[in-house]
């Protein structure tokens, strides 16, 4: 069974800047894509950043030149620096990863994990 826990959300002013983190656990051996989704009150969840395997990296254009994504992919970790932060910004960030090889085989999910909430706001 595959758990994806969020880190590093709260309150921060507008300008500001905040860092995500995601670990997976369980008997895995690897991930083919990791990401970062959210959602804000009242809206569809939304992607903001992915990155596979190979480090191949996709943003939405909200996204985009503000936020970086990284993953270890020895330590099934994934992280969001998120910069200049802005109102429309606040949502609750989930972690999903997509293509699991664990020790019973390979499993598409996608995964995903409880979000962590971000607050952006003076």
């Known amino acids: 069974q595959v758990q994806l826990v969020e880190s590093g959300g709260g309150l921060v002013q507008p300008g500001g800047s905040l860092r995500l983190s995601c670990a997976a656990s369980g008997s895995i051996k690897t991930i083919n894509a990791m990401g970062w989704y959210r959602q804000a009150t009242g809206k569809e969840r939304d992607l903001v950043a992915t990155i596979t395997s190979s480090g191949n990296t996709k943003y939405s254009d909200s996204a985009k030149g503000r936020f970086t994504i990284s993953r270890d992919s020895f330590k099934n970790t994934v992280s969001l620096q998120m910069n200049s932060l802005k109102p429309e910004d606040t949502a609750v960030y989930y972690c999903?990863?997509?293509?699991?090889?664990?020790?019973?085989?390979?499993?598409?999910?996608?995964?995903w994990g409880k979000g962590t909430l971000v607050t952006v706001s003076s």
């Open positions: 999903n990863a997509v293509g699991v090889r664990d020790f019973s085989g390979f499993h598409s999910g996608p995964y």
